[in-house]
């Protein structure tokens, strides 16, 4: 097979099913996909072409098709092939008849279950494959993909009509439920806010049902009350954009759940969260409307497919109600429509009607169309609606044609791929032929065969309901004929006699082929074999299990077609070796099968009324495909047309008075434009002027401005001089105050200890006192409450009893009284009217006992009730009760886990505390480092304030040029505000203009009117006197009254109005879109200027890190000159430095202050930290005793803070010469406080 493999690629189907529910759906805006025969199609409209996958391999049908709702993929179920007995070839000897039975038993059908197939929509490729589970039968009748996508539900058919769910991204099967006992199912939706929500509907029946992580369970809702109705379809109504925001806004849930439900009454149900909530009438007012089938959601509401071939537009109102707006048909004869869809940018309609057509109507233009009237622009592009009979091609034209049992002859152009010609008959056609010509066709009616040479003479071969299947010899000298009777006959036209023959008892054959310049002929039959037939023997013969129906051999190619029963066709090597190469093409047997004339299209008819044309690829013979055809000369295909002489007479001379009146026209239009354009430049003229005038003023204003910018910048300077100095000398007396505060809380922290061990003990005695109490309390309150629940346990038993005995005495007494009652009126029967008082007064007794004893039963009963409400009531306090000691409990837990925390935190503290005054001894011995580090930081002062000094003189320039481009922008925007202004002065003027256009020509055309109704009385003088008076007072004295204009020019005239409004609301959402994505360029721009400013703040801080260690190297060696060699490598390193920095000075005026602001907090963080090293070396020589740590610690002489604070560092060693030294560096303090430190070795502390 892999010799012979991809031998046949589908090019085009002619055909679509009929009877699918949601059969059809937009891809995008020019691309449908449906399903035809069994095939999957994606149909470009614009474009006219398809491309076309073919189903799985041993399955049956499409039976169902759905969309998800991102348009990214597409599902199709597939049926199983039926079940039936396996086809054994039967043979004579046992042994060789249980190889066959062996051979049956490994050909048999590994599919065993309905299929889905998951395409990708834009590459059509098949992505996932769901089969398998409990199904219960052969295939689903409906699809739906949840909103997310991840999900698909699947109804399965008869008998089991089984509800499954599907997970798309593990392709398991997650849950499934039997939806009905026995009526057809024929619906299911998925609920886009609530993806485990699925609804179904069927004949008498909607039901809900609610995914859980294994199983489906079903929901009650209101729409169960109409069960018993036949629900015809149903749709979920949602707003993407609320889907969007459903977690930012979940106030608005009403249009999130609303289901709209049609039933077989005409009624439309609309439901909210299950519930009904009202119902929609279908006519809306309007006249003619029937009941729906299908609905589809849009954006302002929904669409409705009604009965008679009615397409209906339903609008939401203000009031959260429908209303239907507009309609129209689709469809003259009224054919039922079954499945609707609308593209993505809702231009685009397509309906797919019962009879198997395709009608695509425009739907933005829909508020134009009459109802009851089909658009003059819907395209309707036709099918079979029932099995293919007949199928023949033409030798010099790219043209078929076939014939079908809905009576209808249709003429195909596979070059183009379109129907050219249809004709319906009043009987059907049982086979057809097309002349080689292309201009005639015959097809016959009855079963007979009929031929006629040149001579005019005819010849008549009757073979009354035997003859099935004719192949002619490429010569016409001979026929071979196979009919049912199981006869295979050759027949030589020239003497009308057989030259062969083959009979087969008990087989029907359907099809039989020969081969040119060859005795050998094929034949396919009832016996499941293909037989090579030579001379009067079989010579060559295989049995398959499943029937083949039809084949063919092209003319030179080393392939035989054949079609089976189950629309599949195969390609066969020849010479026959057995081995195929299989394709789905058809949904049901093919019936017709022909090969073109240039053996490269291979055309396959079957039962449901699809044409499917497939591209021949025989590798070995190299012949012509379908693709190289179109590089061919135009000259293959003849350009012949039959038409009549009259007829075309009368195109050339229509075709003449068009051209003339084109030009016409033409030299109109140009003299109107040129009139147009000279306004227009006498206008822009004007325009420019007053432009230039106003762009003279404006740059003087614009220079005032900029000196007054200047004097603001200096005055805002000084002040910024001035708050620097005093935010320093605040900064310094906030020191001062940290430093004493420090001291005060230290003296704190000792009295709150000793206080919380006071609380401490204290608190351990009020718990054990409250312990005891609670328990006490919990004794007593337990007690009372168990003797009161006895004691309304015992009265409500009491009372209980004393019901019943009531209950009982009651019923004995109604015993007795209709007892005595029975007795007395047989009794008195003969003295009836006598005593009908005494009867009155009786029942008004025993009515009055009756009340009397119901109000007891009724205040027996509210005692009872009040009885049960007191004692639950004792029941919720003695769970309150219970709940406090619980948390009373938990917060004892808490109390305890506190303070042992609180201890453990105490314990880490003191241990600290140690280590920080233990390493406190050694600062003194490094005084002499300290001095030397101060003075290193004096001597880089200088060369920082440089630094600063050109950064600011940079930053100014940048502003002042960012200050003009500023302006600049503000005049453009000022000149586009004017501009805009003038040019809608101009359009109203305009509008004014025309409207004054329009009454002058209405004044002017009723003027003619009266003026040739005036020159008809020329015979009148007396007449034509008072005529000449009446017109000249209707004209020059009286005011004139303007007639109304004509209707039809004032509908025109609001066509282009509302035309030209949606143009501007289309160009403004453009607009916003291109601001917002401007905007959003913007903020992407600044975020990457943020996001350098920090990289280059990261390299700063590398090179002080730098700095450091070069510091280190030169204390280490003690040399001055490898000082200065370090110094002078900081200058080269700090000019680099520079450098990177004059490229940022491109970014904005912003970051560029940040940079500023950045470089005057480190020259302030330097001389803070000179005057904190001078600080920190006055402060070594104090030295105080910190407080004993509770005996943990043994306490430590000469161990001193530094202004009350506790430090904490690393030890680090330099040797300068041959003494030891350990430097202490301290932690980094918080860059929001003061910055980064110039000095990495020396840090702030940090204080716990």
Not at 452 to 468: A, F, H, N, S
Not at 665 to 680: M, P, S, T
Not at 736 to 746: N, P
């Amino acid at each position: 097979m892999a010799t012979i493999s991809q031998s046949l690629l589908p090019s085009h189907v002619f055909g679509i099913h009929g009877k699918m529910r949601d059969g059809v759906h937009f891809v995008d805006d020019t691309t449908i996909v449906y399903c035809a025969g069994h095939c999957v199609v994606w149909w470009k409209t614009e474009e006219k072409n398809q491309k076309v996958v073919c189903g799985t391999a041993e399955t049956e049908t499409m039976t169902a098709i759905a969309l998800s709702h991102n348009r990214k993929h597409v599902a199709i179920a597939e049926s199983s092939l039926p079940d039936r007995p396996a086809v054994v070839e039967p043979k004579k000897d046992i042994g060789d008849l249980t190889k066959a039975i062996e051979v049956a038993k490994t050909a048999a059908f590994e599919i065993k279950g309905p299929v889905i197939s998951i395409f990708d929509s834009v590459s059509s490729k098949k992505k996932k494959v769901l089969m398998g589970g409990d199904i219960g039968s052969r295939a689903y009748v409906s699809l739906a993909f949840t909103h997310d996508s991840r999900c698909l539900a699947a109804q399965g058919g008869a008998p089991d009509w089984n509800l499954v769910f599907w997970s798309l991204e593990k392709s398991k099967l997650i849950a499934s439920i039997k939806t009905s006992t026995g009526p057809e199912v024929y619906q299911v939706q998925c609920c886009p806010t609530d993806s485990n929500l699925i609804t179904v509907i069927g004949d008498g029946f909607a039901k809900s049902f609610r995914s859980t992580d294994s199983a489906l369970k079903p929901i009650s809702t209101g729409i169960g009350r109409r069960e018993g109705l036949r629900f015809l379809t149903h749709v979920w109504l949602f707003d993407p954009s609320a889907l969007v925001d459903k977690e930012k806004d979940k106030s608005d849930k009403k249009e999130e759940s609303i289901c709209l439900y049609a039933l077989e009454n005409g009624e439309v149900l609309y439901t909210e969260a299950g519930e009904i909530v009202s119902s929609i009438s279908p006519s809306g007012g309007l006249p003619g409307a029937g009941y729906i089938e299908v609905i589809l959601q849009f954006s302002k509401g929904f669409i409705s497919a009604e009965s008679g071939g009615i397409i209906g537009i339903f609008e939401k109102m203000d009031d959260d109600n429908f209303k239907r707006t507009r309609s129209f048909k689709v469809d003259a004869n009224g054919t039922k429509i079954v499945s609707i869809a609308v593209s993505p940018g809702e231009e685009l309609l397509a309906c797919v009607l019962e009879s198997r057509q395709i009608v695509l109507v425009s739907f933005q233009n829909s508020e134009f169309y009459k109802p009851h009237e089909v658009p003059k622009e819907a395209t309707v592009h036709g099918f079979h609606a029932e099995g293919i009979t007949g199928l023949d091609v033409c030798h010099r034209k790219p043209l078929a044609v076939t014939s079908s049992t809905d009576k209808c002859i249709r003429v195909w152009n596979y070059m183009e791929k379109c129907c050219e010609l249809a004709k319906y008959f009043p009987q059907e056609a049982l086979s057809i032929s097309l002349h080689p010509s292309g201009f005639h066709i015959l097809c016959s009616k009855m079963l007979y065969i009929y031929f006629q040479p040149i001579t005019l003479k005819t010849w008549e071969i009757y073979e009354p309901t035997m003859v099935r299947s004719i192949w002619w010899s490429p010569d016409d000298t001979s026929m071979i004929t196979a009919g049912i009777d199981g006869a295979i006959y050759e027949w030589q036209l020239r003497d009308l006699k057989r030259s062969r023959e083959n009979v087969l008892k008990g087989c029907i054959y359907t099809s039989v082929v020969g081969l040119k310049d060859s005795n050998t002929f094929f034949a396919v039959g009832s016996d499941h074999k293909l037989k090579e037939l030579d001379e009067n023997s079989v010579f060559k013969e295989f049995f398959f299990p499943v029937l083949l129906t039809q084949i063919a051999l092209p003319f030179g190619s080393r392939l035989l077609f054949a079609g089976t029963e189950f629309g599949a066709v195969r390609a066969y090597r020849y010479p026959l070796t057995g081995e195929f190469y299989e394709v789905q093409a058809i949904g049901s047997p093919v019936t017709r099968l022909i090969v073109s004339r240039d053996s490269s299209l291979l055309l396959c008819g079957g039962d449901d009324g699809a044409v499917v044309i497939f591209d021949i690829r025989d590798k070995e013979k190299a012949l012509a495909s379908h693709g190289a055809r179109h590089d061919k000369d135009a000259s293959y295909w003849t350009s012949e047309v039959l038409v009549l002489k009259a007829d075309l007479e009368e195109v050339k001379s229509r075709v003449q008075d068009l051209e003339t009146q084109v030009t016409e026209v033409q030299a109109h239009c140009e003299y109107q434009i040129r009139l147009k354009d000279e306004g227009i430049t006498l206008r822009i003229k004007e325009l420019t002027d007053i432009s230039d005038k106003e762009l003279a003023e404006t740059k003087i204003k614009y220079e005032t401005i900029i000196q007054q910018k200047n004097d603001k910048e200096l005055e805002w300077e000084q002040k910024y001089k001035a708050l620097e100095d005093l935010l320093a000398a605040r900064l310094v007396e906030m020191e001062e105050q940290y430093q004493k505060k420090m001291l005060v809380e230290v003296a704190r922290y000792t009295a709150l200890e000793n206080d919380k061990e006071i609380q401490r003990l204290e608190y351990l005695e009020d718990r054990a006192i409250l312990t005891e109490k609670h328990e006490k309390a919990l004794v007593d309150i337990t007690d009372t409450y168990e003797e009161k629940l006895e004691i309304q346990e015992n009265a409500y038993a009491k009372l209980k009893e004393e019901a019943a005995q009531a209950l009982l005495d009651f019923e004995e007494i109604r015993r007795q009284m209709e007892e005595d009652t029975d007795k007395e009126i047989e009794d008195q029967k003969e003295k009836y009217d006598s005593m009908v008082a005494a009867e009155k007064e009786t029942v008004t007794r025993l009515k009055g006992e009756n009340g009397i004893m119901r109000k007891k039963f009724s205040e027996f009963k509210k005692e009872n009730e009040e009885q049960r409400e007191e004692l639950q009531l004792q029941f919720e306090q003695k769970k309150e009760l219970y709940e406090i000691i619980g948390s009373l409990e938990r917060d004892i837990a808490g109390l305890k886990k506190d303070i042992q925390e609180r201890d453990d935190t105490i314990g880490e503290k003191e241990k600290r505390i140690y280590d920080m005054k233990r390493k406190n001894l050694e600062l003194e011995k490094f005084k002499f480092v300290l001095d030397f580090k101060i003075k290193d930081l004096s001597d880089q002062i200088e060369p920082r304030e440089a630094e600063l000094q050109d950064s600011k003189d940079q930053i100014r320039k940048m502003e002042i040029e960012l200050e003009r481009s500023h302006a600049m922008g503000s005049k453009k925007d000022l000149a586009i505000s004017q501009l805009k202004l003038k040019l809608q002065g101009v359009m109203n003027e305009q509008e004014l203009l025309k409207r004054a256009n329009v009454q002058c020509s209405t004044t002017l055309r009723h003027f003619q009117h009266d003026y040739y109704e005036l020159a008809q009385l020329i015979t009148d003088p007396e007449a034509l006197k008072s005529a000449v008076v009446s017109l000249f007072r209707k004209y020059v004295e009286e005011k004139i009254t303007p007639y109304p204009v004509d209707e039809e020019l004032q509908k025109d005239t609001n066509r282009q109005r509302d035309f030209l409004e949606r143009s501007v609301a289309g160009l403004r959402r453009k607009l916003h879109k291109e601001m917002a994505a401007h905007h959003a360029n913007h903020l992407h721009i600044m975020q990457d200027n943020v996001a350098l400013i920090k990289e280059l703040n990261e390299l700063r801080r590398e090179l002080k890190i730098i700095k450091l260690n070069q510091q280190k190297g030169a204390l280490a060696d003690g040399s001055a000159s490898q000082h200065r060699a370090n110094t002078a490598r900081r200058l080269s390193l700090s000019k680099s430095v520079d450098e990177q920095s004059t490229l940022s000075h491109q970014m904005e005026q912003e970051n560029l202050r940040q940079r500023v602001m950045q470089l005057e907090n480190e020259l302030s963080l330097k001389t803070d930290r000179i005057k904190y090293l001078e600080a920190m070396i006055q402060e070594l020589e104090l030295v105080q005793n910190r407080p004993k740590s509770r005996g943990q610690l043994p306490p430590m002489d000469g161990v001193s803070t530094f202004g009350g604070l506790s430090t904490t560092g690393s030890m680090r060693t330099a040797s300068p010469g041959k003494k030891t030294v350990q430097i202490m560096t301290r932690p980094e303090s918080s860059p929001s406080s003061h910055g980064s430190s110039a000095l990495s070795a020396e840090r702030r502390p940090s204080v716990d």
